[in-house]
């Protein structure tokens, strides 16, 4: 405790004077005898300690009312043991929700004001609070934590238009990153007096702040022990009373499902977006779609109460490029709309691709229908622009046939180097061998980047190709071919192979892991018959022998997957007609050989569908140096372009063959990267057209889209209440507070202590009274009680 005017506590000296008084009067009095002064000796000696009892609460009474005035007028004022810091300067972070939740509608507010604008005001508050020369930091905790602006700043205008433009985003608030992120940036702060602040709705599930595990709010507690400047903490809620939300109507968009592969332009896709209704009655929900902003279809569905509805639409791409796509879902019998609008947009993007040129060199030509080597193959890899030229209908929507793949045919001998330029895959099917300048071309074809498929058959040399194909697992084939297995069984007869049911990783097979009924795979893989095949000897020593993909039930390799240079290599271990399995025959047949052309043809991209916060990568062509990238808030921002090994580099469609080696010095690529994808929509990343002979692909195309939707976690609108929100403040070692105005009350007592002269003021007026009342009680007539003599009326006359 300390005094503001410490002179003053000098005047409790005053509390002398009654006392000396006191003792004066005592000195005063005289002993005079007097004959019948024993007959009252009884009744003195019965009220004596009466009498000094009265006159010594009188004496404390008359030395407290000095005492008192003396300390009100010093002023003292509590501050708790540790000091105050009066108006002086303070470190302040303050940790802000800005999660989608925070854009739900503030309980009982006017006009509809969110939770994030209320936090705004209060966190202006906050900042026009603290002392002169305080330094602020606002760590937005809806997604990875970021500050609201890029170092702590002493403006405090600057930092209240960050907040004016500032709109909540599209992830979760990670409270415990959030915490780390103030207490590091708190570290760097200027003054020794430090705040922590946590302004959240604090909305209850897995993940949110209100779910914090126990542990996580322990290694926090232990995180503020070590600290030689540990701060203050409060945690300031902004939805209400808390819990209030838990039954309120929402409707959202909780996913939508794209194709996980590059689409041909012209042909139809299937978009199904799940639509859950988070409330307690059920919802006719309007499901719109939209193609790069235009409404494309509607169709009115039913969410039932706590659960899920499909809206499926299909719709074909007809220009190349990344397509933005959303699903709207808006409640019908909500004409105010639902709590949380954030969430009832869903987005995605949808890599849409021109025809992809692919070289088909046949070892095995023939005149004959469907005789030669690669004939089964060109039906499979067009098969719309087969059936255009043989009378058959086109694709699904009436329009002209448009296949993803556009193949050449040349047979083994016409093949020249120059056949490459421009090719995004090429087969070479029962290929005997090849001229060194033919080999020598595709060497150099595959290792800048190109894709090879090479089947087995009959014609092949086995000694050219573990020689020269192979080359001691130098060359381009995965591994050397060893002889051919199959034919007849000691009966007599055919004793085909299978392909081995197992759960297939490669994206060009995944489509076949679910085989029933799936419009996708077109029929069972396991179901054809391989009679011929070649087997393959164990790769070399330190040699890379790819990775098998498929397999025969006899366990024979049937497809290997292997990098080379920039490029990937395919090797089948079967022909690819009719001669030695019925596979051409089977259904199978066009979505395995599609499937697989598709991943050669088409270079992996980074994910262009994007969770709250998560980076948005393009890869660019050479010679670009500019890149901008555009915001859902209409900002645009400049990108710089670096250089990266693409083993660091996040793809969409990310498999073993897909990605160049990690030991070429070549294997980097140029990247343009954007961190800030917190909010909800849509982001493009563009730079100037390049000549696409000069790019590396002609499908990196610009500009470059990507899709960030709200996190479904965000969704339920439930939050904390009091009680709960009491323990979280506890496991925290937090003061929980309800208002901006209480924190700076709080805080002004903490820094200006609590003055105490109101409390003594009272304290000395009821003194003054109790005095008054005293004396008046004490100085009554006595009743004295008769003496023995008296009583009886033996003591004479009057």
């Known amino acids: 405790m300390t005094f503001l005017n410490a002179a003053l506590a000098f005047g409790a000296l005053a509390f002398t004077v009654p006392l000396i008084i006191h003792l004066l009067n005592r000195s005063r009095f005289k002993t005079v005898d007097w004959g019948a002064m024993h007959l009252l000796a009884e009744v003195v000696r019965t009220n004596q300690r009466r009498f000094r009892l009265d006159q010594l609460i009188l004496l404390l009474v008359r030395c407290a009312i000095p005492v008192l005035l003396a300390f009100c007028l010093a002023r003292p004022v509590w501050t708790g043991g540790d000091g105050a810091s009066g108006d002086g300067p303070v470190s302040l972070a303050i940790v802000l929700d800005d999660s989608q939740s925070m854009g739900a509608p503030l309980d009982g507010a006017p006009g509809g004001e969110t939770r994030f604008r209320a936090a705004a005001a209060a966190v202006k508050s906050l900042v026009e609070g603290a002392g002169k020369g305080s330094d602020f930091a606002v760590i937005r905790a809806g997604g990875p934590p970021i500050g609201l602006t890029d170092v702590p700043t002493f403006d405090t205008a600057a930092l209240a238009a960050a907040l004016e433009s500032a709109e909540p985003a599209a992830g979760v608030a ?82 939508l499902e794209t194709p996980d592969r590059p689409v041909g332009a012209g042909r139809p896709v299937r978009l199904r977006a799940t639509i859950r209704n988070h409330g307690v009655a059920d919802q006719t929900v309007r499901a719109a779609l939209f193609v790069d902003g235009a409404e494309i279809g509607v169709q009115s569905v039913t969410a039932p109460a706590g ?90 929507g009436g329009g002209q046939p448009a296949d993803l793949i556009e193949t050449r045919t040349v047979p083994r001998g016409e093949f020249q180097p120059q056949d490459l330029d ?65 034919g007849q069984n000691a009966a007599g007869g055919e ?63 049937l497809l290997i997957v292997k990098p080379f240079g920039r490029g990937t290599v395919v090797q089948m271990t079967t022909a690819l007609d009719a001669d030695w399995s019925d596979l051409p025959l089977r259904p199978s047949f066009v979505p395995l050989m599609q499937g697989l052309a598709a991943n050669l043809a088409t270079r992996p991209a980074p994910p262009s569908t994007l969770r709250p916060g998560e980076p948005a990568v393009a890869l660019v062509p050479a010679g670009v140096e500019a890149v901008a990238a555009d915001t859902p808030d209409g900002r645009r921002y ?72 709200a996190d479904p976690r965000e969704s339920a609108p439930g939050t904390l209440n009091e009680e709960e929100r ?55 007539p006595a009743k004295i009680p008769a003496a023995n003599g008296l009583a009886n009326g033996n003591g004479g006359g009057t």
Do not use: C
Request: zero cysteines; hydrophobic letters at 45%; proline letters at 7%.
């Open 174 to 255: 990670d409270l415990p990153a959030a915490l780390e992120a103030a207490l590091g940036t708190l570290a760097g702060m200027s003054h020794a007096d430090r705040e922590l602040v946590v302004l959240s709705d604090f909305q209850t599930g897995p993940g949110q702040p209100g779910g914090l595990a126990p542990d996580a709010a322990d290694a926090f507690r232990r995180r503020l022990a070590d600290l030689d400047l540990p701060p203050s903490v409060t945690l300031l809620p902004i939805a209400g009373d808390g819990g209030t939300n838990a039954t309120a109507e929402n409707v959202s968009v909780e996913g």
């Open 307 to 396: 659960g899920t509805v499909g809206a499926l639409f299909v719709h074909p791409f007809a220009e190349p490029g990344t397509h933005a796509v959303s699903v709207t879902a808006t409640p019908i019998n909500l004409p105010a709309g639902d709590a949380l609008p954030a969430d009832d947009v869903g987005r995605a993007t949808v890599r849409v691709l021109g025809r992809l040129p692919a070289l088909l060199v046949d070892g095995a030509p023939s005149r004959k229908p469907l005789a030669g080597e690669t004939d089964f193959l060109s039906i499979a890899l067009t098969p719309l622009s087969f059936g255009s030229r043989n009378g058959f209908a086109g694709d699904a």
């Open 422 to 486: 421009g090719q995004r895959l090429v087969v070479l099917a029962n290929v005997k061998d090849l001229s060194d300048e033919q080999l020598t071309a595709l060497t150099d074809y595959v290792a800048n980047g190109g894709s090879l498929l090479i089947s087995a058959g009959d014609r092949v040399d086995l000694n050219w190709h573990r020689d020269r194909l192979y080359a001691d697992g130098k060359g381009l084939l995965p591994r050397a071919w060893a002889a051919v297995a199959g």
């Open 495 to 557: 004793a085909p192979s299978r392909v081995l049911a197992e759960r297939f990783d490669h994206p060009a097979l995944e489509p076949f892991n679910d085989p029933a009924g799936s419009l996708e795979s077109g029929g069972d893989l396991t179901a054809a018959d391989v009679r011929r095949w070649m087997t393959v000897e164990p790769p070399a020593d330190g040699a890379d022998g790819g990775r098998v993909i498929a397999r025969l039930d006899t366990a024979d390799p």
């Open 638 to 709: 400049a990108v710089s372009v670096t250089e990266e090994p693409l083993a660091a580099v996040p793809l969409a469609a990310d498999a073993e063959g897909t990605r160049e080696a990690a030991s070429d010095d070549e294997a980097v690529r140029r990247l343009a990267r954007f961190e800030n994808t917190r909010l909800p929509g849509f982001y493009e990343l563009s730079w100037p057209a390049a000549d696409p002979a000069a790019a590396p692909g002609s499908d990196l195309l610009s500009p470059a889209r990507f899709a960030v939707s």
């Open 726 to 780: 009491a323990g979280l403040a506890d496991s925290l070692g937090a003061t929980l507070v309800t208002t901006a105005e209480e924190y700076r009350a709080r805080d002004d007592r903490r820094r200006h202590g609590l003055e105490l002269w109101r409390w003594l003021l009272g304290g000395l007026l009821a003194f003054l009274l109790l005095e008054m009342v005293l004396q008046q009680f004490f100085s009554r």
